[in-house]
């Protein structure tokens, strides 16, 4: 059984920074493609970074190009997004998903009912 489970949300303040980090179990974490995902109020879950298997390829929404870096640690099973100079339209539940394709930014293959999910964690970003 494939369990994903998401921290590091919290409240913070506009340019503030949070590192959100996902586990996972159940699966081979070092040979998935792995990435995080958002959905703002009032809007559909969106792909912010993902990361292929190798950890040598990542892909950046627009949004979040040069503020948040994904990064995974194959040892621990965990998956990170450091995010920077946070903005209140980071508003947003993120989740984690891993066993995706890869890219999920402008993948054609991509999709969400691929993969496993964790519960997401909230950040809220106060201006």
């Known amino acids: 059984q494939v369990q994903v489970a998401e921290s590091g949300g919290g409240l913070v303040q506009a340019g503030e920074s949070l590192r959100l980090s996902c586990t996972a179990s159940g699966l081979a974490f070092d040979d998935s493609s792995m990435g995080w995902f958002r959905q703002r109020p009032g809007l559909e879950r969106e792909p912010v970074s993902c990361i292929s298997w190798t950890g040598g390829s990542k892909d950046y929404s627009d949004d979040v190009q040069g503020r948040f870096t994904i990064s995974r640690d194959n040892a621990k099973n965990t998956l990170y997004l450091q995010m920077n100079d946070l903005k209140p339209e980071d508003t947003a539940i993120y989740y984690c998903?891993?066993?995706?394709?890869?890219?999920?930014?402008?993948?054609?293959?991509?999709?969400?009912?691929?993969?496993?999910w964790g519960q997401g964690t909230r950040v809220t970003v106060s201006s």
């Open positions: 998903g891993v066993d995706i394709t890869f890219p999920c930014n402008g993948g054609s293959s991509f999709s969400f009912s691929d993969g496993y």
